[in-house]
């Protein structure tokens, strides 16, 4: 069974402090991680796409992929209560661009 | 571009009535994903196409759901007989077809679906 395994949360963060998602995934081969974000009543928008180890930025975002470990990890930085949504990891396994999902960590951004 | 636009945005139907669901692609995009939404189960992907074909249909309930792309930009999702059990949002999403995965999903805005 391929899984992707994200804490549900609320994780509950204070404006101006770093938000960090975590997503953890079961199978090795394993080639491309996305992050999406769903606010609520809404659809998922893609926020980071991430292929090799190491981070990648955009703007506040860092995607940090550590393949070896299998976990891909989302911070936000400079946090703002416009990030309060529900984070879902996913995880495209092969080249038929199925995506294999989390189920979402709800995350709080506190004024 | 549009983005990926689904109709309608809200159905509220009687179980036992036939319900349709529809979805046009981003221009360019080849592969095209029905998604299921609800609180318990989170995101469960029903059928994806890629060029028209369907590919995998294993996350379709029942025989009661059927999914069709006549073309390259147009696809429908089809509940017959409905049942209260149904009730969720439904989300199409397409991506481009290229090397590799280096794809991620443009989603639709979804349809919520409730079914009295």
């Known amino acids: 069974q391929k899984e992707v395994e994200q804490n549900s949360g609320p994780l509950s963060v204070p404006e101006g402090a770093i938000a960090s998602l975590n997503c953890t995934y079961s199978d090795r081969v394993s080639q491309s991680f996305f992050w999406y974000r769903q606010y609520s009543g809404k659809s998922p928008e893609l926020i980071m796409s991430?292929?090799s180890n190491g981070d990648k930025e955009d703007g506040r975002f860092t995607a940090q992929l550590n393949k070896a470990s299998q976990y891909v990890s989302l911070l936000i930085r400079d946090s703002q209560p416009s990030d309060s949504a529900t984070y879902l990891c996913a995880v495209n396994l092969d080249s038929n661009y199925q995506l294999i999902w989390g189920a979402g960590t709800k995350l709080i951004i506190k004024p | 571009d549009a983005g990926v636009i689904q109709s309608p945005r809200h159905e509220v139907t009687e179980m036992g009535q036939e319900v349709t669901l529809r979805c046009k692609l981003i221009s360019g995009h080849n592969s095209l994903f029905w998604y299921r939404q609800t609180m318990m189960r989170g995101l469960e992907l029903l059928i994806y196409?890629?060029?028209?074909?369907?590919?995998?249909d294993s996350g379709m309930p029942e025989d009661r759901f059927s999914a069709k792309m006549p073309n390259a930009s147009f696809s429908t999702l089809k509940i017959q007989p409905s049942e209260p059990r149904d009730s969720a949002v439904y989300f199409c999403a397409s991506s481009p077809l290229g090397t590799g995965s280096m794809g991620g999903y443009t989603f639709g805005s979804g349809t919520r679906l409730t079914v009295v």
């Open positions: 196409f890629n060029n028209n074909v369907p590919i995998d």
């Open positions: 991430i292929y």
